[in-house]
């Protein structure tokens, strides 16, 4: 099992291009999670996605968009990067059984710069 | 609203040294709880979770943690600390999400130095 796995590893972008981060899981797992990582400020959600066709906006989701692509793949766009999304990027999932909260599993994330 | 607080940004330990990380939490209900690590430039590691039951729960690599409801507190231990502990440590409380799926809100993280 590969678990969580993110695309690209790096990426360097100038500001008001635009790019997509690629995630994908290979546990079966329902819900998908996209976080960004700043210092001293511990990761926070951008969007998630309960379940195949769901998506929803997490805290901080200004300046991005989310496609569930199908159960295993969960993808972040960033439309028009700005150099305030210059982060670190987490993709996770998680299972849910009999409606109990399962632990999320986290890929080794995406290490964005936009000048 | 859920959140968790890691009062130490750094904590340095000698090798072989006990170590206590503290985590205070703040939730309506009974929550979930979880440590992750993070080494550098790696992803989060699930170290342990508390779910229910014993409030004393063992993770991976020594490490254990208690639940302690009269503090709000999950603070992480170990009793012998190996220079390859040195990394971040972050506790994370669990919630539902009002679109389903489960919520984690993160600490701010602790950064483990480790002296040998």
């Known amino acids: 099992n590969a678990g969580v796995t993110q695309t690209p590893k790096f990426q360097v972008l100038k500001t008001g291009q635009s790019m997509t981060l690629q995630c994908a899981q290979d546990m079966n797992h329902n819900s998908m999670y996209w976080y960004r990582q700043d210092p001293g400020m511990g990761l926070r959600l951008i969007y998630y996605?309960?379940?195949?066709?769901?998506?929803d906006k997490g805290e901080v989701p200004n300046g991005y968009n989310v496609s569930r692509l199908n159960k295993r793949e969960f993808s972040l766009r960033l439309e028009s990067a700005a150099p305030s999304q210059t982060s670190v990027y987490f993709c996770?999932?998680?299972?849910?059984?009999?409606?109990?909260?399962?632990?999320?599993?986290f890929g080794p994330g995406t290490r964005l710069t936009v000048t | 609203a859920q959140s968790v607080t890691q009062p130490d940004i750094h904590i340095t330990v000698s090798e072989g040294a006990s170590l206590e990380l503290r985590c205070n939490y703040s939730?309506?209900?009974?929550?979930?709880l979880f440590w992750y690590v993070q080494s550098p430039g790696q992803g989060l590691q699930l170290l342990l979770k508390y779910f229910s039951g014993d409030t004393l729960v063992q993770g991976i690599k020594g490490f254990e943690a208690e639940f302690k409801r009269s503090q709000s507190s999950f603070n992480l231990r170990k009793p012998s600390v190996h220079w390859s502990d040195a990394a971040e440590y972050f506790c994370?409380?669990?919630?539902?999400?009002?679109?389903?799926?489960?919520?984690?809100?993160f600490g701010t993280g602790t950064q483990l130095k480790v002296e040998l």
């Open positions: 996605s309960a379940s195949e066709g769901t998506t």
């Open positions: 996770a999932s998680s299972g849910i059984s009999g409606g109990l909260t399962k632990e999320q599993y």
């Open positions: 994370a409380v669990g919630g539902v999400l009002t679109g389903g799926g489960n919520k984690l809100t």
């Open positions: 939730y309506g209900a009974t929550p979930y």
